[in-house]
């Protein structure tokens, strides 16, 4: 069984709408550049871009989807929002939410990029694949039922989520965060609920301010199924793989998925603009073989990675390799850029030892 790798060339042409400097577009004409939007298509673009250049793309199963059907959609966002969406896109786009603009025929892309997701997890939900990664653009995780926000339009991990438990192909599924920002739509969407456990490794005070709380544990049935830990701004390698190992394993060891689900950003990584974390390219292929070990272990390996955020244009590119290199399993390397030089610095001993303390705090509080 392989590796699967989802993508389609028209999520690189969602724009940033009211933030783009581009000409009127729709049907063949593609967007320019998005005017300085931090989301754009280059860091997806370039991804794909590498992979090919390396010769990895060819070891995976390479596939598109079909977009999401107004039925899945309505299992996780109300009819209300569909509609006034679109016919914003219809009418040539806008800002619907906080940050959270797109251009004419976003919605249609939209519904494309949450059809990756879906098609990934029904294909390793199914065993037609062994794991899978999903290209998926605009982004999903803080995308709340009826409120859009942070580039997010559609909530694409739940809107997976929730088809393969109505297809019967899941049961308990837990979600990992690693978007250095907080995936408040992820948490929203299943804050009630004891059947998807969801964790949130995420810089603290960073967006959206006004969540991510240590003490956010979820509420009813949820109660304890909601895990956020907000790590100190600075955090780097060390920082993240202790992270993994104190908290996240734990929790889905006890938990006991029928799969992992990774909303995949590289947000934290050193040279990310939105962002004060320093993780590399090497941190999220060692995170990333740490939950595909946990996956063999607890769920027959289902695995299915879903891409965030990351907004370095140069960057994003090596860790998204390094990250479906050890998904898959390939002997193929992009050597890091960045490793190579005294950029960047990474913590010092001292505040690594602190940092991993807090850590360490923090697990003893949610009782892992």
């Not at 389609?8 to 709408?17: I, K, L, M, Q, T």
């Not at 509609?83 to 494309?112: C, N, R, V």
């Not at 995420?202 to 959206?208: A, F």
């Not at 907004?311 to 990250?323: I, K, M, N």
């Amino acid at each position: 069984m392989a590796t699967g790798f989802f993508y389609d060339e028209r999520c690189f042409w969602h724009a940033g709408g009211n933030y783009a400097f581009t000409m009127p577009i729709g049907g063949l004409v593609q967007p320019l550049a998005s005017g300085g939007l931090p989301e754009n298509p280059e860091t997806k673009r370039r991804l794909k871009n590498l992979m090919d250049v390396t010769g990895l793309t060819g070891e995976l199963v390479c596939q598109g989807a079909a977009p999401t059907t107004r039925a899945m959609l309505e299992r996780v966002h109300p009819a209300s929002y569909l509609d006034a969406f679109k016919a914003m896109s219809e009418a040539g786009g806008g800002e619907i939410g906080h940050h959270a603009p797109f251009a004419q025929g976003g919605y249609e892309i939209a519904t494309l990029s949450a059809g990756l997701a879906v098609a990934a997890v029904d294909a390793v939900s199914t065993g037609a694949l062994a794991n899978a990664y999903a290209l998926s653009r605009p982004p999903g995780h803080h995308c709340e039922p009826a409120a859009p926000k942070g580039f997010c339009l559609l909530a694409n991990i739940a809107i997976a989520i929730e088809a393969a438990k109505a297809s019967g192909t899941l049961n308990r599924v837990a979600v990992l965060d690693w978007d250095v920002h907080h995936g408040n739509g992820t948490e929203a969407i299943f804050y009630d609920r004891d059947d998807v456990l969801t964790i949130s490794l995420h810089q603290e005070g960073n967006y959206p301010a006004t969540s991510g709380a240590l003490s956010d544990r979820g509420t009813g049935a949820g109660k304890g199924y909601n895990i956020n830990l907000p790590m100190h701004a600075g955090s780097g390698h060390t920082a993240y793989l202790h992270a993994i190992d104190r908290v996240v394993i734990p929790a889905l060891e006890a938990f006991h998925p029928d799969m992992i689900i990774v909303a995949c950003g590289y947000d934290a990584a050193v040279v990310d603009p939105l962002a004060r974390m320093q993780a590399m390219a090497e941190t999220f292929g060692m995170m990333t073989q740490k939950i595909k070990d946990t996956a063999e272990r607890l769920c027959d390996g289902k695995l299915v990675l879903v891409h965030e955020g990351g907004y370095s244009e140069v960057y994003v590119p090596f860790c998204g390799h390094a990250t479906l290199t050890a998904l898959s399993g390939s002997a193929i390397a992009a050597p890091d850029p960045m490793a190579a030089g005294l950029w960047p610095r990474q913590p010092s001993p001292a505040f690594d030892a602190f940092l991993r303390q807090s850590i360490d705090d923090m697990a003893h509080q949610l009782e892992l």
